[in-house]
């Protein structure tokens, strides 16, 4: 009787799982000269994905620690990264600070890479440098068919790329153009249009699947707005920093009632904790902000190997560095 119980004790304790070790909400990484710049969740490794600015490729990174999923030579500097259907879909183009840049593929080249989540492998390498001018996608979202809408911050312009590989001018419009840093960040509302926002101004457009374009009336224009995500609860978070405008390191959620044709901001977290966030992932341990230590290499005066992914705080108070500036503004 005793050896049966002590066998009964002894399945109950190894059948029983650990309890689940809670996420960190900083999470500090080292990866030689990464320079991250886009986040994406990983639902197949249950990992972050990290576009690299300096190296061009797509990293899992995982406790702070990095290894190569995406490496194509065709990819100078690697920008937007985004995960759906078993697919990543990465805006890359050439600033003039990747390990690839040359002078003759300075704002010239410019696309949208698609890779098979599982392997890496490349689907489709598309070529965005479409038109006249400078070129350099940065952002990309994705519908529920497959259809990817790349921004182009250095030109006018906002891309559609169709599950199959082909790319057209979704549209074109001087509010987009700018003489620094245009339309940046976008996300695809499943109501059938995207939301984009322009860098150096602020602003923030709708944009339909036919090309129609609205400026949506902010109560405050998100100068330096870079990444974002449209959350589950329809609210639109946006980070914003001041890399190359006078912006402000913070992230801040925006709600609308009208369908986008106005939004107000509900939330905000400023100072952010980290100097240089640059956008937002979301993940099944909540939403991680991702800062790359862009201002050393933009800057020119070095490399770092230094990265940061830090949680986005759910509940009102102090996080990080950051100080919640309100739960319901205005």
């Excluded at 972050?48 to 406790?63: A, K, N, Q």
């Excluded at 003489?179 to 695809?188: A, Q, S």
């Excluded at 937002?280 to 990265?307: E, K, M, N, Q, W």
Aim: cysteine-free.
């Amino acid at each position: 009787m005793m050896r049966f119980l002590m066998v009964l004790v002894l399945v109950v304790v190894t059948a029983t799982p650990a309890a689940a070790a809670p996420a960190p909400d900083v999470i500090t990484g080292r990866s030689a000269a990464l320079h991250p710049e886009g986040i994406a969740w990983d639902p197949l490794r249950h990992a972050f994905l990290l576009g690299s600015i300096r190296r061009g490729t797509v990293e899992v990174v995982r406790d702070g620690t990095t290894k190569t999923l995406v490496s194509d030579p065709r990819m100078v500097s690697a920008f937007g990264v985004h995960v759906v259907g078993g697919r990543i879909y990465v805006a890359h183009g050439d600033m003039g600070v990747g390990a690839r840049s040359t002078p003759e593929t300075t704002y010239r080249s410019s696309g949208l890479g698609v890779f098979d989540l599982a392997t890496g492998r490349p689907l489709h390498l598309v070529d965005l440098a479409i038109g006249p001018g400078r070129h350099s996608a940065n952002d990309v979202a994705v519908d529920h068919a497959g259809n990817a809408y790349v921004t182009d911050p250095a030109s006018d312009a906002l891309y559609l790329v169709d599950r199959d590989g082909r790319a057209t001018v979704l549209a074109r419009d001087p509010r987009f153009g700018s003489d620094t840093i245009g339309l940046n960040g976008i996300v695809w509302h499943p109501e059938g249009y995207a939301l984009a926002v322009r860098y150096d101004t602020g602003a923030l457009f709708k944009i339909t699947r036919s090309g129609r374009i609205s400026e949506v009336a902010l109560d405050r224009p998100l100068v330096g707005g870079d990444g974002m995500d449209l959350r589950p609860d329809g609210t639109l978070a946006v980070v914003t920093n001041s890399l190359g405008a006078p912006g402000e390191a913070a992230v801040s959620v925006l709600r609308s009632g009208d369908g986008w044709g106005t939004a107000r901001t509900t939330r905000r977290v400023a100072p952010w904790g980290d100097d240089e966030p640059t956008t937002i992932a979301r993940s099944p341990h909540g939403s991680y902000v991702v800062d790359g230590d862009l201002g050393t290499l933009i800057g020119g005066t070095g490399l770092s190997d230094a990265h940061t992914l830090r949680k986005f705080p759910e509940s009102r108070g102090r996080h990080g560095g950051g100080a919640v500036a309100s739960d319901a503004i205005g």
